[in-house]
Antibody
Framework: QVQLVQSGSEVKKPGASVKVSCKTS????????MDWVRQAPGQGLEWMGW????????TYAQGFTGRFVFSLDTSVSTAYLQISNLKAEDTAVYFC??????????????????WGKGTTVTVSS | DIQMTQSPSTLSASVGDRVTITCRPS??????LAWYQHKREKAPKLLIY???SLDSGVPSRFSGSGSGTEFTLTISSLQPDDFATYFC?????????FGQGTKLEVK
């Protein structure tokens, strides 16, 4: 079955970097694009953006440019989220999530159909 | 950005109850809305997409309705496995945004 298996929890100091992995299985990796979603403690879900798994082109939501990088390794069907220069406010659970599209009047509308369990990143000195 | 107002934030109910959760976007999103169920330490699970389409394998006691600026998720007869957090998401326009979630707890 379709699975998105994320890497384990991370504890990092401010200023460090972290790379979260999302290994997929059960489907053709390059056929579905991947979203990233964040949930800070006590907060709601926040959409970070998505990456085109066919060509590696990322799209970042406002607030997630600069220190956040989406990447891929198609040879191992894995998506990555790297966060550099970590700040305390980056403490959150980060989810990868597969998106699926509906074509409607010449436009695609994508919703998330499969999620990973999330990776907790804690930034603390 | 489209703001998603979800209510209630907490809902106490018993097995067998019919429950309804509401999501109101700050502007019309046609029917581009999804509902998810999330349990602690588990991956969120898609229940409903395009406002009313039941995802494959989701029990028929779950249903979604609405369009524009008001949507509802209804569980017709609560089962023990349904106690979880539910959230909505709009995918009409970027950035995608989510409701704050509804925690469905045992009464």
């Amino acid at each position: 079955q379709v699975q998105l298996v994320q890497s384990g929890s991370e504890v990092k100091k401010p200023g460090a970097s972290v790379k979260v992995s999302c290994k997929t299985s059960g489907y053709s990796f390059v056929t579905y694009n991947m979203d990233w979603v964040r949930q800070a403690p006590g907060q709601g879900l926040e959409w970070m953006g998505w990456i085109n798994t066919h060509n590696g082109n990322p799209t970042y939501a406002q607030g997630f440019t600069g220190r956040f990088v989406f990447s891929l390794d198609t040879s191992v069907s894995t998506a990555y989220l790297q966060i550099s220069n970590l700040k305390a406010e980056d403490t959150a659970v980060y989810f990868c999530a597969r998106r699926i599209g509906n074509l409607y009047k010449f436009s695609y509308y994508f919703h998330i159909d499969v999620w990973g369990k999330g990776t907790t990143v804690t930034v603390s000195s | 950005d489209i703001q998603m107002t979800q209510s209630p934030s907490t809902l106490s109910a018993s097995v067998g109850d019919r429950v309804t959760i509401t999501c109101r976007p700050s502007q019309s999103i046609s029917t581009w809305l999804a509902w998810y169920q999330h349990k602690r330490e588990k991956a969120p699970k898609l229940l409903i997409y395009k406002a009313s389409s039941l995802d494959s394998g989701v029990p028929s006691r779950f249903s979604g309705s609405g369009s524009g600026t008001e949507f509802t998720l209804t569980i017709s007869s609560l089962q023990p496995d349904d106690f979880a957090t539910y959230f909505c998401q709009q995918y009409d326009s970027y950035p995608y945004t989510f409701g704050q979630g509804t925690k469905l707890e045992v009464k």
